[in-house]
T-cell receptor
Framework: GENVEQHPSTLSVQEGDSAVIKCTYSDSASNYFPWYKQELGKGPQLIIDIRSNVGEKKDQRIAVTLNKTAKHFSLHITETQPEDSAVYFCAVPNFNKFYFGSGTKLNVKP | NAGVTQTPKFQVLKTGQSMTLQCAQDMNHNSMYWYRQDPGMGLRLIYYSASEGTTDKGEVPNGYNVSRLNKREFSLRLESAAPSQTSVYFC??????????FGPGTRLTVL
């Protein structure tokens, strides 16, 4: 199966600072890479995804960068707010399955 | 449009008891998935169904069975529950290898 590594496992930032979470994978040839946000007691929800061989996608304060050659992609959150506090997961598709990273718990301190 | 629904929300079982977790989606997706989530381990795929009439094992299928009842419904059965199956279970649906939509989860405790 796919080996997905996500770092860091925990991240604490001051409100207004930026946060970066990185995900590396081993095998997938997919062009689709999503990031999910999970709030306490809820199921994961898609926040951004990228469909590309290489590049960047931005949606307001959130961006995803992808480097298929190096087999990694990253989530960037700028101007963090307390409501960004949650657990974030990357996911890597391989045929019909998705392989998830182990998650990053982001704490934004007011 | 309810998205993905799961029942029950909470369940406590004794070792050896059986139960079925129910999942339904109203987005007309072909693919459905069952995951378990344990602390610090992310989401691990138990079983999936790429399309109606097919099911396949994921990373951690031992101790579970599934049924794709129709295009909308995908159930997960624990025949003889064990404490190691204490977890939060999520159902998801999607088109193949595309955005997954998750249900609210079932919190299962096996004593």
């Amino acid at each position: 199966g796919e080996n997905v590594e996500q770092h860091p496992s925990t991240l604490s930032v001051q409100e207004g600072d930026s946060a970066v979470i990185k995900c590396t994978y081993s095998d997938s040839a997919s062009n689709y890479f999503p990031w999910y946000k999970q709030e306490l007691g809820k199921g994961p929800q898609l926040i951004i995804d990228i469909r590309s061989n290489v590049g960047e996608k931005k949606d307001q304060r959130i961006a995803v960068t992808l480097n298929k050659t190096a087999k990694h992609f990253s989530l960037h959150i700028t101007e963090t707010q307390p409501e960004d506090s949650a657990v974030y997961f990357c996911a890597v598709p391989n045929f019909n399955k998705f392989y998830f990273g182990s998650g990053t718990k982001l704490n934004v301190k007011p | 449009n309810a998205g993905v629904t799961q029942t029950p929300k909470f369940q406590v079982l004794k070792t050896g008891q059986s139960m079925t977790l129910q999942c339904a989606q109203d987005m007309n997706h072909n693919s459905m998935y069952w995951y378990r989530q344990d602390p610090g381990m992310g989401l691990r795929l138990i079983y999936y169904s790429a399309s109606e009439g097919t099911t396949d094992k994921g990373e951690v299928p031992n101790g579970y069975n599934v049924s794709r009842l129709n295009k909308r419904e995908f159930s997960l059965r624990l025949e003889s529950a064990a404490p190691s199956q204490t977890s939060v279970y999520f159902c998801a649906s999607s088109e193949v290898a595309d955005t997954q939509y998750f249900g609210p989860g079932t919190r299962l405790t096996v004593l």
